[in-house]
């Protein structure tokens, strides 16, 4: 898929991998991209950082449906279609299941995986009105391999898995592509309270997607050979992954500790 003069909606796009996105979009030609975050100065700064592109912005939170109606309703009165649609918004509050309160996992379900699924249904007439028209949505390694302390992010994320191969089947008369990746840990705001290993820059996980939507791939999975090793080992003998989780279950406990960003 070539994106010149493709019309783009992108959640999330103030910062982190979202904002690298908007960089690689603009890169390979896109110009008109509408952006929903929640931090005002965040969102109009993107005016100024990237003269290029036209941007069509809402301030709001992706968990409010009201939102989400006004920036396809803006959409359709702006562009009449949407050619790209781009999951990215999300938040992490980690810990044991008992010690997250009850409004973090709450907001969690409603922003990382409701919030995909409204938008979606609100922008699938846009889509259909393009010629050729793409969706990305963005999950996490924690989305295919079930991890202590993440119990409530990773459903959400393994959500966006088992969403994203429903859509794409759903949409096979249609043409819309569905692609559905999975970055792991990554160098950005989200992570500045994980005490963990080292991590893949937003610049690198960006360029990736972006390449993966443009290929039409169903899934790119980041972490490398020892991330695909521990999947299929998780997916194949999971009470041996079990075991080696048990030897390190300190260790993720603590590096869990304080991971929120909210
Ligand atoms: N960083 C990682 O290690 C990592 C690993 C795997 C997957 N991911 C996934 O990658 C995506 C991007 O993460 P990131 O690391 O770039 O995070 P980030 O640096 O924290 O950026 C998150 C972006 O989403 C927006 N956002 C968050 N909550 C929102 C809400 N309720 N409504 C509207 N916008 C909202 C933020 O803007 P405002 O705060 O201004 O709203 C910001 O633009 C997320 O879905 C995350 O789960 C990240």
Redesign the pocket.
């Known amino acids: 898929m070539r994106l010149k003069g493709k019309k783009v909606l992108i ?9 690298c996105m908007i960089a690689e979009l603009i890169k390979n030609g896109v110009k008109d991209i509408a952006v ?4 005002k100065k ?1 969102l109009e700064r993107l005016s100024e950082d990237f003269e290029e592109a036209n941007f069509l912005l809402v301030n ?4 409010d449906i009201g939102v989400l109606r006004e920036m396809s309703s803006k959409i359709e009165d702006r562009w009449g279609r949407l050619d790209v649609l781009i999951n ?5 509050s980690a810990g044991a299941l008992e010690d997250i309160p009850d409004e973090e996992i709450y907001d969690q379900v409603a ?2 995986f409701m919030a995909i699924l409204f938008l979606t249904k609100y922008c699938l007439p846009l889509l259909k009105s393009s010629r050729q028209a793409a969706v990305l949505n ?1 999950s ?2 924690l989305g295919l391999l079930g991890m202590p302390f993440y119990t409530v992010y990773g459903s959400t ?1 393994a959500g966006i898995r088992q969403f994203s191969d429903s859509l794409r089947r759903e949409l096979q008369p249609f043409n819309i592509s569905v692609t559905c990746v999975y ?4 160098d ?4 500045q309270k994980f005490e963990g290993r080292e ?1 893949d820059s ?1 610049e690198y996980v960006a360029e990736k997607s972006i390449q993966a939507l443009m290929k039409k791939e169903l899934h790119f999975i980041f972490g490398g050979s020892q991330r695909l090793k521990d999947n299929r080992l998780n997916f194949e003998s999971p009470k041996k992954f079990d075991k080696q989780i048990s030897e390190n279950y300190e260790q993720l406990k603590e590096a869990s500790r304080s991971h929120k ?1 909210i």
Do not use: L, Q
Request: hydrophobic content about 35%; proline content about 5%; charged content about 15%.
């Open positions: 959640t999330g796009g103030s910062r982190g991998i979202g904002r929903i975050a929640r931090d965040n709001g939170n992706v968990g990215n918004a999300g938040i992490v922003i990382n963005v996490s390694g994320k970055p792991t840990a990554t950005t705001e989200m992570m991590m937003p960003a």
